[in-house]
């Protein structure tokens, strides 16, 4: 039977972050360095996680925004630095996705939220993206004490649910999160926002859309199969 426990990966894939461009013009001169400050972040969380050092995804961010800052020869204050997370805490979801969430909850299908963030920074995020209510489970990785894509991090969600990986679905615009994922046991959706392709290093998943209403009425369709 198809997998009807649906885990959704936050940022980038439910949440918009390119209202970070304006902000990050604004203090560092350059929208493409919300970029590479977001490709920062999730080195360093992949460097903590392999060296067993966690530090909260917040506090990651913190010091990401501090090394591009000095890399760049700009005083970032609490000021600059605060509206980073301001601005994070008030992303909007991207135009598909409360249609899509909803179709598929009101048909049946369990949905998860998984996300590296901490877990009061994804609460404040839904609340303002109208999203707490599609969701059985809003999670966050902090009680593996690892980050995407560990293993671990995965059994967040079928720890929540008490079912194993297998009846698992991870659906993410990221496919180092769906290849992890599908390593972990699970199987895997990819959103392909703005065209993004899935590396051959990985494993493609049987569900590729190019947003995630697409990715829903396949989801729909397999269910029907």
Not at 35 to 43: G, P
Not at 187 to 206: D, L, T, W
Request: hydrophobic fraction near 45%; charge should be negative; charged fraction near 20%.
């Amino acid at each position: 039977m198809p997998t009807e426990k649906l885990v959704f990966d936050v940022n980038e894939t439910l949440l918009d972050l390119s209202p970070l461009d304006a902000v990050f013009a604004q203090l560092f001169g350059d929208a493409g360095l919300r970029r590479t400050w977001f490709a920062s972040l999730l080195h360093w969380s992949t460097v903590t996680t392999l060296t067993r050092q966690y530090q909260d995804f917040t506090t990651l961010a913190g010091d990401c925004l501090d090394a591009l800052a000095r890399q760049r020869g700009i005083d970032l204050d609490d000021n600059g630095r605060q509206e980073v997370f301001a601005s994070i805490a008030t992303l909007p979801p991207h135009a598909d996705v409360p249609g899509a969430l909803a179709r598929l909850s009101e048909h049946g299908f369990t949905l998860i939220a998984l996300t590296n963030s901490a877990q009061n920074t994804v609460d404040r995020q839904f609340e303002h993206a109208g999203l707490t209510g599609y969701f059985d489970h809003v999670l966050s990785v902090d009680a593996a004490r690892c980050y995407k894509p560990h293993p671990s991090a995965y059994a967040v969600a079928a720890g929540a649910l008490g079912c194993p990986n297998a009846e698992l679905r991870l659906i993410a615009a990221h496919d180092w999160d769906v290849t992890g994922a599908i390593r972990a046991g699970l199987k895997g959706a990819f959103v392909a926002r703005n065209g993004s392709v899935f590396n051959r290093a990985g494993e493609q998943p049987e569900i590729v859309g190019d947003d995630l209403a697409d990715v829903a009425k396949q989801l729909l369709s397999h269910r029907s199969d």
